[in-house]
């Protein structure tokens, strides 16, 4: 599970494995974040001590996740994400029961990249105006006038209608006439009273 979480980032589960698995996941992202500027550095570019540092950091965190592209993606991408936050790497929303068994469901997820939630707005050059807004009835009224006038639709004859929905109705009461009713000359068999089977 640990695993999972580091790589789609949420997943969700019930409270208490939530909890636990918290527990683990921010262990493992320390190790992480421990290099510090080590992983802003290309792999050709360390030396050989952080090399060493790194790889021994990448054996304590496969200690809790078994799996090869989660560490990786953990010292890759995770980790330079959350060098300047001290713990705290996870977050744990509760969902309410889950239906069935009513047992407390929570959805725990990575706290985004604080950077990527601020989006710059796109700057205006200068000397363009910014493009006016056309308020809505002028809108409305040119919109109206581009569309081509359509024919007035033809009024449908109710009297044909309503055949139509009576005749499932009558149909549906036949059938189940049909099913019950006993065929003419046909004998009802009933199946021996007591045991199955019949031998003794």
Same mark, same amino acid.
């Given at each position: 599970?640990?695993?999972?979480?580091?790589? #789609?980032?949420?997943?969700?589960?019930?409270?208490?494995?939530?909890?636990?698995?918290?527990?683990? &996941?921010?262990?493992?992202?320390?190790?992480?974040?421990?290099?510090?500027?080590?992983? !802003?550095?290309?792999?050709?570019?360390?030396? @050989?001590?952080?090399?060493?540092? $790194?790889?021994?950091?990448?054996?304590? =965190?496969?200690?809790?996740?078994? @799996?090869?592209?989660?560490?990786?993606?953990?010292?890759?991408?995770?980790?330079?994400?959350?060098?300047?936050?001290?713990? +705290? #790497? !996870?977050?744990? $929303?509760?969902?309410?029961?889950?239906?069935?068994? *009513? =047992?407390?469901? =929570?959805?725990?997820?990575?706290?985004? @990249?604080? +950077?990527?939630?601020?989006?710059?707005?796109?700057?205006?050059?200068? +000397?363009?105006?910014?493009?006016?807004?056309?308020?809505?009835?002028?809108?409305?009224?040119?919109?109206?006038?581009?569309?081509?006038?359509? *024919?007035?639709?033809?009024?449908?004859?109710?009297?044909?209608?309503?055949?139509?929905?009576?005749?499932?109705?009558?149909? $549906?009461?036949?059938?189940? *006439? *049909?099913?019950? =009713?006993?065929?003419?000359? &046909?004998?009802?068999?009933?199946?021996?009273? +007591?045991?199955?089977?019949?031998?003794?």
């Amino acid at each position: 599970m640990v695993a999972a979480l580091l790589t #789609y980032e949420r997943i969700r589960t019930t409270d208490v494995k939530a909890k636990e698995v918290r527990r683990l &996941a921010e262990r493992a992202i320390t190790w992480a974040r421990r290099l510090g500027t080590v992983l !802003t550095k290309k792999a050709e570019k360390r030396t @050989d001590e952080e090399k060493a540092r $790194v790889v021994h950091a990448m054996r304590m =965190a496969l200690r809790a996740i078994r @799996d090869r592209e989660a560490v990786l993606k953990l010292f890759e991408e995770i980790g330079p994400r959350f060098l300047t936050r001290h713990g +705290g #790497y !996870t977050r744990i $929303v509760k969902l309410g029961p889950r239906p069935g068994d *009513a =047992a407390p469901m =929570a959805l725990l997820e990575l706290i985004p @990249d604080e +950077g990527a939630a601020e989006k710059p707005e796109p700057k205006q050059e200068k +000397g363009k105006a910014a493009p006016k807004k056309e308020p809505a009835e002028k809108g409305k009224a040119k919109e109206e006038a581009r569309r081509p006038k359509k *024919a007035a639709p033809k009024a449908a004859a109710p009297k044909a209608a309503a055949p139509r929905a009576a005749a499932p109705k009558a149909r $549906v009461k036949k059938e189940s *006439a *049909a099913r019950t =009713a006993k065929p003419s000359g &046909a004998t009802v068999r009933r199946a021996p009273r +007591g045991r199955k089977g019949g031998g003794e």
